[in-house]
Nanobody
Framework: VQLQASGGGLVQPGGSLRLSCVTSGFTFDDYAIAWFRQAPGKEREFVGGINRSGGRTEYAASVKGRFTMSRDNAKNTVFLQMNSLNPEDTAVYYC?????????????????WGQGTQVTVSS
């Protein structure tokens, strides 16, 4: 099983990034996918999630309206479009896959994790 997150980098406040999570080794269509993030000295927190079909998404209040998740089940890939970034969004972003119907905000509900990609928002 592999989840390969990419797309992070350094961006100025107000800028945008698009993260990708390419997966392999499991039946992608059977898994809900979520993004979590962890800033230095802080706990890992839920950012957003998407259900198996892609028909439902949920977001943390701190990113709602700025971040958008989507998935391409034909390519076993999930995306996180991040707009209007601010310094508080600086963190390592992880994608995670859970064998479940619904989206969970609890990281312990996810079976597989990617290695993370660093997002830094700074002028």
């Amino acid at each position: 099983v592999q989840l390969q997150a990419s797309g992070g980098g350094l961006v100025q406040p107000g800028g945008s990034l698009r993260l990708s999570c390419v997966t392999s080794g499991f039946t992608f269509d059977d898994y809900a996918i979520a993004w979590f993030r962890q800033a230095p000295g802080k706990e890992r927190e839920f950012v957003g999630g998407i259900n198996r079909s892609g028909g439902r998404t949920e977001y943390a209040a701190s990113v709602k309206g700025r971040f958008t998740m989507s998935r391409d089940n034909a390519k076993n890939t999930v995306f996180l479009q991040m707009n209007s970034l601010n310094p508080e969004d600086t963190a390592v972003y992880y994608c995670a896959a859970g064998d479940r119907f619904t989206i969970s905000r609890d990281p312990t509900e996810y079976d597989y994790w990617g290695q993370g990609t660093q997002v830094t928002v700074s002028s």
